[in-house]
């Protein structure tokens, strides 16, 4: 397998981070992103009954085995780090039979050309080289495959302080996704559709603890969703939710 230096950096951060068994500081934000994530697993659910399915940068499992029970044909998950993928094999249950982990580069992917009907990660794309990374899902892809993809914005103001302060808490090549980023992957793949989260529900994260059963939270979210949808203030998002097809 082939790496570039930044591919072994992100290895090494990566491995340090499931060796560690640690929490990551974060983790305490995403309740922001509650509905961000409902949606993710929504809208793979309605893809993978039947299909062949990527999960792009697996990590340690968690998700692949989620989506297992809607019944596609197969899931293989790859990653970089050979920590994740080691804990990922060892909690694999017998049920998920389906499912098949591997130590892989996903800029370089070891799979033959047009062998998914679905790719789909969450947080991975701002590890990568884009264009490199595009360029590899369009080829596994077959004709009129779907992505979908939970990824950074590098533009929420409030976030942006967070990362000031905290540059150990993350891998020191990422690079949460620019306008720029956004208009390649339209460039690259049709029917792109790009929804935006987590202004009003990151501002208030303190404030409720339970997002699924906070009518705070609801409220604000509802505010968000409106907010989110007008042009010049899409900025203000933390994440997004990207859909789109091979083209």
Known sequence: MSLSEINIRERKFHDGLHSSG??????????ALYNLYKDFTYTVKLKVKSADVLDYGCGVGNFAEEISVFKPNKIIGVDISKEAIKKAKNKLKEENNNIDYRVDNCENL?????????????????HLNLK???????????????????????????INIYRKFTPSARSPDEHPFKSEDIKLIEDMFKNVEIKYYGFLTLIFFPLYKSPENSKFFKIISSIDSFILKIKYLKFLAWSILIKAEKS
């Open 22 to 31: 640690k929490q990551r500081t974060q983790n305490k934000f995403y309740k």
């Open 110 to 126: 070891s799979m033959n050309s047009n062998s998914f009907d679905v790719v789909y990660g969450s947080g991975i794309l701002h």
């Open 132 to 158: 490199k990374s595009l360029r590899e899902l369009n080829r596994v892809l077959r004709k009129n495959g779907t992505i979908i993809f939970v990824e950074p914005l590098a533009t929420n103001p409030l």
